[in-house]
């Protein structure tokens, strides 16, 4: 199991800037993608954005233009700058780290999806 590490949560204005950092212990993969999900209270888990191991990108349609999402391949970590955040932006935000890993005969197959314990975001209006 990855170990996933969030931090940079807190308490913000409306129309305020965070950047969030997910930090991944050391991991194998024949291609891996680092997800951002939140969860607003009473609400599901929602995804926000991911990223691939080459870089492919999408962000979900609320957070298009606001968020922005990067990774540092070196360091294992993974980014979330938002800006304009809004009230309704308040969440627990999770990383998240889908991979797949290759077989000792060389196949490649889905791993279990690893999981940050998450940073709390709050947007005051």
């Known amino acids: 199991q990855v170990r996933l590490v969030e931090s940079g949560g807190g308490s913000v204005q409306a129309g305020g800037s965070l950047r969030l950092s997910c930090v991944a212990s050391k991991f194998t993969s024949c291609w891996y993608e680092m997800r951002w999900y939140r969860q607003a209270q009473g609400k599901e888990r929602e995804f926000v954005p991911s990223?691939?191991?080459?870089?492919?990108?999408k962000y979900a349609d609320p957070v298009k233009g606001r968020f922005t999402i990067s990774q540092d391949t070196n360091m294992n970590t993974a980014y979330l700058q938002m800006n304009s955040l809004k009230p309704e932006d308040t969440a627990i935000y999770y990383c998240?780290?889908?991979?797949?890993?290759?077989?000792?005969?060389?196949?490649?197959?889905?791993?279990?999806?690893?999981w940050g314990q998450g940073t709390q975001v709050t947007v005051a209006s």
């Open positions: 998240a780290l889908a991979r797949t890993i290759r077989l000792p005969a060389g196949a490649c197959i889905d791993g279990p999806d690893s």
């Open positions: 990223i691939d191991e080459d870089g492919r990108i």
